[in-house]
């Protein structure tokens, strides 16, 4: 039940990352050995490069000049040779009317993601600290509520959300812009406020399960040395729930930078506070033929996700299996 | 993007770390200044109070206003109205139909796929970048992959070569390219390859990890009594990963219940392919129909709760086993 209970998935102490798959070769005198038979060979190459094939064309096209994609599939590329950066240039940085200018776009996903992870993972440590470590009636049936939160679906949010933020926070934002006229009207608060909002819940059950195991000894002795709840939660708690604070914020960053829902509810649909997705997916709505831009376009979007992915593996997966059904 | 425009962004992003850096701050100062009577009840206060305030204003209270707007018409007066639409228009039938293939072909086909790759792939070299391959388009947005698709999946009439590779293989083949897209019921299934794209690494990934988790001696066991590999899989393997199996299907179902933005990016639920979350978004956000979009989004909810209340009950199971 990764939709609720994500460390509890029987299999997880497995799960470290897909390093981990070559496990122990001496405990079980296991040897890597090719595999097991041909036909298994054959279909697993087949998967393989029948889910990378799609990927692969888009990245090949993006390279490509407009006029071959337009008439020449990416297939052909060593008969129709042609290998431009137009494309790129173009979609970052041109500023006529028609192009994507993602620039804008780019830098408000990086902002959005930025205080969208940061905002429920500071908050939710704190609460994920009450429950584990100060006692109090009730603690138990709190937590399961926070806990059981995790199965509402956004949809069932939005609606009465918006008007929520269209009657306290949009005077705010109004005030701000007459105050800092730089800052427009349709600022980066309600998206942050609501990506923190439904991170929530995941992210106080998540950081409970590792916080409450900490152990006893360590955060009595603190108590006893006189130190309050405040400069236990700094010194002594936090430090050592980096692990489970690093696969909690790489899932948040990643599935902030990757919706498309919440911005679209949001951020009002302009160059002010619409992040990637949104400007991709008005793209394909309104120039689904400009291959040459879209294919640039999706792979701007998708360079983030890419880097995290290669680079944080291990927390990467982590993160991912246990909110899976977020959302 | 003037330069202006981008020092509006980045004083956002500072002022928006400076508020919530102060908040925290006070917060924490209050706690340890906390008077000594009572001093318990306020610390806890102060730990817990933002979580607490954001989630009731950001889900506890639209949750419930939203069963209700689900039961009200125009007027704000009780009403079956909504619902009465939702299951007697024909294109809001369609998007309940919709939705249902969805839920029955993707969570099957991506885990059957994702434990034969599992096990085809299991202990062999190479494994880390095998599981990459088909693990990465879990790291891609549904935006991003739906482009990747729509591209495979891209006409050109009459006699033009084709650029999307479908099309090209179709015709390699002498058939007649077709318009995918907009061609009813097709689309459908070319929408759910999407997502069963995505979805298969990820039970390939949980998959995987239990067959290891299978005790080697009764491998060897089986082996020692004579049996092929399917007779091992089905006997030895299957049982040993029956949990990772159902937290498998039942978290792609739920996933796959709440499918919106491949939808949206796609078809925006033209040509009928619309399923239960892109029709809630269409008609709360874009007809203006809140109250039919609050009874689509009660529907989604009641259709994710049976769901998990059932995963709740296996692994409880499981560790009482245990």
Known sequence: ?327 | MTTADLLGKLLQVVMGLAVFAAVVGLLIFFIDKAPKRGRDYWQLVGFLAPAMILVVIGLVYPAIRTSILAFQDSSGDFSWDNFIWTFTQPTAIRTLINTIIWVALVPTIATVVGLAYAVFIDRSRGERYYKAILFMPMAISFVGAGIIWKFVYEYRSGDREQIGLLNAIVTAFGGDPVQWLQTDPINTILLIVVMIWIQTGFAMVVLSAAIKGIPTEQIEAAQLDGTNGWQRFTNVTVPGIRGSLVVVLTTISIATLKVFDIVRTMTAGNFNTSVIANEMYTQAFRASEVGRGSALALILFVLVLPIIIYNVNVLRKQREIR
Not at chain 1, 52 to 77: D, H
Not at chain 1, 215 to 233: C, K, L, M, S, W
Not at chain 1, 275 to 284: F, G, I, S, W
């Open chain 1, 1 to 327: 039940m990764s939709s609720v209970a994500p460390a509890d998935l029987p299999v997880a102490k497995n799960l470290g990352a897909i390093e981990s798959t070559e496990i122990a070769p001496t405990k079980t005198g296991r040897v890597k050995k090719r595999l097991t038979s041909r036909t298994a060979t054959v279909l697993s190459l087949i998967i393989a490069v029948a889910w990378t094939i799609p990927t692969f064309g888009l990245f090949i096209s993006s390279f490509r000049p407009a006029e071959l994609i337009r008439t020449t599939g990416w297939w052909t590329i060593f008969q129709n040779p042609g290998f431009t950066l137009d494309n790129y240039r173009d979609v970052l940085f041109s500023t006529s009317q028609s192009s994507p200018q993602l620039g804008a776009y780019f830098v408000n996903s990086i902002a959005i993601a930025l205080l969208g992870t940061l905002i429920p993972l500071v908050f939710a440590s704190m609460a994920a600290y009450a429950f584990a470590w100060i006692k109090f009636k009730g603690a138990n049936v709190l937590f399961i509520f926070v806990f059981a939160l995790q199965i509402i679906p956004l949809q069932m949010a939005l609606v009465p959300l918006l008007q929520i933020f269209s009657t306290w926070l949009r005077p705010m934002q109004a005030w701000l812009h007459d105050v800092i006229p730089i800052i427009p009207e349709q600022n980066y608060a309600p998206v942050w406020l609501a990506h923190a909002m439904f991170g929530l819940p995941l992210a106080i059950f998540l950081l409970h399960n590792f916080i409450s195991e900490i152990p006893n000894d360590v955060v009595e002795a603190a108590r006893v040395d006189g130190a309050t709840h405040g400069q236990i939660f700094f010194r002594i708690v936090l430090p050592l729930a980096v692990p489970a604070i690093a696969s909690f914020a790489i899932f948040q960053f990643l599935w902030v930078w990757n919706d498309l829902l919440v911005a679209l509810i949001f951020s009002g649909g302009t160059q002010d506070v619409a992040p990637l997705t949104q400007r991709l997916a008005e793209l394909t709505g309104t120039r689904g033929q400009d291959w040459q831009r879209l294919t640039a376009a999706a792979f701007v979007s998708l360079v983030v996700p890419l880097i995290v992915f290669f680079s944080l593996q291990r927390y990467f997966v982590r993160g991912l299996l246990a909110g899976s059904t977020k959302g």
